[in-house]
Nanobody, 126 residues
Framework: QVHLVESGGGSVQAGESLRLSCESSGSIYNIYCMGWFRQAPGKEREGIATVDSNDVTSYADSVEGRFTISRDNTNLTHNAVYLDMNSLKPEDTAMYYC?????????????????WGQGTQVTVSS
């Protein structure tokens, strides 16, 4: 079983940056894909970035060019995935979740993920 814990959320002004972290532990040896998702009040959960075991990344159009996902697999018992968010906008305000899947596809669709963190709140004011 994989355990995921997000951190790094907060309240910022539009145009500022944040870095979210997701620490994973437990049965991490066969994680294939890590993703970041977000959900704003009254809206569906949106996949925004993924990275697979070959460090191939993908992004939603809404964050392409502003957000960067990266992965650190150097520790055998814990690894981490990061989301660097630049040029933040008020519409980026949401609860942000990381997720893990053990098999392809590495996708922005939530149903393919097996494990989820508890989320970290990001609030961007204008």
């Amino acid at each position: 079983q994989v355990h995921l814990v997000e951190s790094g959320g907060g309240s910022v002004q539009a145009g500022e940056s944040l870095r979210l972290s997701c620490e994973s532990s437990g049965s991490i040896y066969n994680i294939y894909c890590m993703g970041w998702f977000r959900q704003a009040p009254g809206k569906e959960r949106e996949g925004i970035a993924t990275v697979d075991s070959n460090d191939v990344t993908s992004y939603a159009d809404s964050v392409e060019g502003r957000f960067t996902i990266s992965r650190d697999n150097t520790n055998l018992t814990h690894n981490a995935v990061y989301l660097d968010m630049n040029s933040l906008k008020p519409e980026d305000t949401a609860m942000y979740y990381c997720a893990a899947s053990r098999s392809p596809p590495c996708t922005l669709v939530a149903k393919y993920y097996d494990a989820w963190g508890q989320g970290t709140q990001v609030t961007v004011s204008s």
